[in-house]
């Protein structure tokens, strides 16, 4: 299994950004997806989470403006992120379990700086 994050960038406050997370060697359908991030100095926190239902989760501080989806297509979970804040700076990883075991990808960087 392996998941690869894609999107990430330098950004103005109040922009936005979409973050992929592409998967292979599972299905992203049947298990549940998350994303995290880790900004300097900080421990990694949840952020979102989409499960193999179709239901969603959100961190409080970014409810009402990240989005999760799922292209089951494309085999990808996105992170739409709209009005972000310099708070939000930090590398964002995907994160799935499969059978037992934890995957994580390797992690894009957002940075939110005017």
């Known amino acids: 299994v392996k998941l690869v994050e894609s999107g990430g960038g330098l950004v103005q406050p109040g922009d936005s950004l979409r973050l992929s997370c592409k998967a292979s060697?599972?299905?992203?359908?049947?298990?549940?997806v998350a994303w995290y991030r880790q900004a300097p100095g900080k421990e990694r926190e949840w952020v979102a989470t989409?499960?193999?239902?179709?239901?969603?989760a959100y961190a409080d501080s970014v409810k009402g403006r990240f989005t999760i989806s799922r292209d089951n297509a494309q085999n990808t979970v996105h992170l739409q992120m709209n009005s972000l804040k310099p708070e939000d700076t930090a590398v964002y990883y995907c994160?799935?379990?499969?059978?037992?075991?934890?995957?994580w990808g390797q992690g894009t960087q957002v940075t939110v700086s005017s």
């Open positions: 060697g599972t299905v992203i359908s049947t298990n549940f």
């Open positions: 994160h799935s379990n499969v059978r037992g075991a934890n995957y």
């Open positions: 989409v499960v193999s239902g179709g239901a969603f």
